[in-house]
């Protein structure tokens, strides 16, 4: 089983999600986030997408998606990035998944668009040098942002994208992008 | 009238662009792409989101969608985003705005997923350099990538984004995520 390098797995989490007045929430799936951050895990090497979500009923809409674009041609690049997309309930799901593949449990590393939270910070370079050592699972909220529950069960939290102007409010497809690129691109012309 | 470092603009073009057959098409818009690449935009400080089609019904259905979250409150952070957002016809229009808005003309940048393409390539470093010294609007294409003749008409083109792996299929909404982050994004911990 490939270990070290490849071993780079990301989540995006419904629930416990918080709303904009900061009440817990499980969030209805994103159609467009099934294959946008599918195409760009791929891209980046992921060994798996998990979706998950505790309702039924959602987790049947994310798998007629998946499936809708795994129908396709096999030369299909939308159906090679479908591969990776696996769906689940929770995080505990994703957690014991990449347990089981791998041998040993993932790193898991929290996101989110607010500064100052109360956990311990990751900071870039430190994750960059962590997913080079070992299996790391790095979890994505919906809706307002994961909530403390959730943040307290990550390891470590990454800190916000800056893109040097207050706004912070990227789509989760876009953050997904932005955090993979900062993880694991490469030819950006930079150093660290 | 703002220069330098905030005369940044994005454009996402729909024409003339190439399909899965390397036919030159006309792309529909995609409805994602109004309110994500808004955001994305936004969070780097560009300063306007040109979204160009040639079909008059295309732009109609731009405005729309524009208008409809432009409605939101004034608080609403999509609303924020959507005050970037502006429709024309093509590339020419963008270029004459910028101009009349900057009192210079903007240099033109491309972008594409292809390696080894015969237009001149300007490295991110060098993209960064130029963009803190003068306006510059940054192209994306629709569909299965810009024609040559617009790859012809920029001053260069960026390198294709690469996330390790050898699969080059992002959403175009991850592509301009990642791009904006590698040309304006601050706190990545790394240097150059």
New interface residues.
Partial sequence: MARGKSAFYIALLHFPMRNRRGEIVSTALTS?DV??IA??A????AKRYFIATPLPSQQHIATVLRDFWFSEDPSS??R??MELVHICANLGDCYEEIERLEGKPPLVLGTSARDGLPYPLV???EARRLIAERPVLVCFGTGYGMADELLQACEGVL?P?????E?????V??????V???L?????????
Same sequence: chains 1, 2.
């Avoid at 791929?42 to 090497?45: L, N, W």
């Avoid at 994208?161 to 102007?165: F, L, N, Q, S, Y």
């Avoid at 694991?184 to 660290?192: A, D, I, M, T």
């Fill in positions: 467009m294959p946008d195409r760009t791929r891209t980046y090497g690049t939308r090679q990035a900071d870039w370079p800190p994208v800056k893109g040097g102007t706004y912070n409010h990227l789509s497809r876009a953050a997904v992008a932005i993979l690129d900062r694991k691109g490469v030819n950006h012309g930079r150093h660290g």
